[in-house]
């Protein structure tokens, strides 16, 4: 109702539809493990609803402030493996949920969200 948070109403359809269009991949699981390590939170007692106080539906420039959690110092991290010049990288995670919000904002005026929904 007042733009806050992110209700996902059909994620398989949101994994198969919109979310290869903004990160390189169609799992949901996935997105859930990116917006937790971008600092969203889960609503109490939903799974599928997501509140970050920089992701709201009247200010989507806020969305480019949104960063990825830095690792605590004692994490330890895993060798990346080499790349393949061959293959394009997965898009930013940060520009690509800027992208998304702005979409969803689009289409929310426009009255064409169905996947989403912006609360």
Avoid at 12 to 28: K, M, N, Q, T, W
Avoid at 63 to 73: D, E, H, V
Wanted: some cysteine; proline content about 9%; glycine content about 4%.
């Amino acid at each position: 109702e007042d733009g806050t948070h992110v209700w996902v109403t059909n994620p398989e359809r949101l994994a198969r539809d919109v979310i290869p269009r903004f990160f390189g991949h169609c799992s949901y699981p996935s997105l859930s493990r990116s917006l937790h390590a971008h600092s969203f939170t889960i609503s109490p007692g939903s799974n599928n609803t997501w509140h970050h106080m920089s992701f709201r539906r009247d200010a989507p420039a806020l969305a480019k402030t949104i960063m990825r959690k830095r690792p605590k110092p004692n994490e330890r991290r895993r060798p990346e493996a080499p790349q393949d010049p061959h293959v394009s990288r997965a898009p930013n995670a940060e520009s690509a949920l800027a992208r998304l919000c702005e979409e969803l904002r689009e289409e929310e005026q426009a009255g064409e969200t169905l996947m989403l929904t912006l609360e």
